[in-house]
């Protein structure tokens, strides 16, 4: 049965990977959280975006996700809902100030963060990000009919989530590198300002979603 399925198997994987390697809001707050807090904060994030395309499968799989873009009052709350939070991660960016000297002793327990705020920063990147659940609709709507098999439509789904899953703990770990961080260290606020303004314009495009 799987040999039947291969190529479609292999079409998702590379439009599944294609889709990733684009800069959008999860690459962004990734790399943020890379740059400026920890390793396992910044795998935390990673876990988190994972997380919220198990949500996007989810309910594109029960059928909600043609009814919510069907329904141009909860595309539109959904969003704002998701343009709001990366404009409000993205304006705490921009907001950033450089450390004083002064600081230096507490910097490490000031550049960190829980790894439950980690996880959930990563979730609700993804989950509220429209583009998102546009792009996985469009993937899931190519490929899955009714006549699909159960085992396939898991395949996809585990592809969909492992790709995910494991682009982004690549992506923090190549970015959490001690060596990459201490180059950065005196410009976090820089990073902060630059990310944080990427996350404001990624939220005001995603308002001109149709």
Known sequence: MFIEYL????TLLVL????LISPGPDFAIVVRNSLIYSRKTAIFTAIGLALGVLVHLGYILLGLGVVITKTVWVFTAFKYIGASYLMY????????????????????????????KALSTG???????????????????AFITQKEPTAIV?????????TTLVWFLIVAIFFSNKGLRSAFKNFQ???ERVTGSFLVLLGVKILFIK
């Open 7 to 10: 190529p479609s198997i292999t």
């Open 16 to 19: 599944q990977v294609l889709g």
């Open 89 to 116: 991660i993205g304006i705490k960016g921009i907001r950033a100030k450089k450390q004083q000297k002064s600081q230096e002793k507490n910097e490490k327990q000031q550049r960190d963060i829980s790894p439950i």
């Open 123 to 141: 979730f609700l990147t993804n989950v509220t990000n429209p583009k998102a659940m546009l792009f996985f609709l469009s993937l899931i709507s």
């Open 154 to 162: 898991i395949t996809y789904a585990l592809i969909i989530f492992s």
């Open 189 to 191: 606020h820089i990073i």
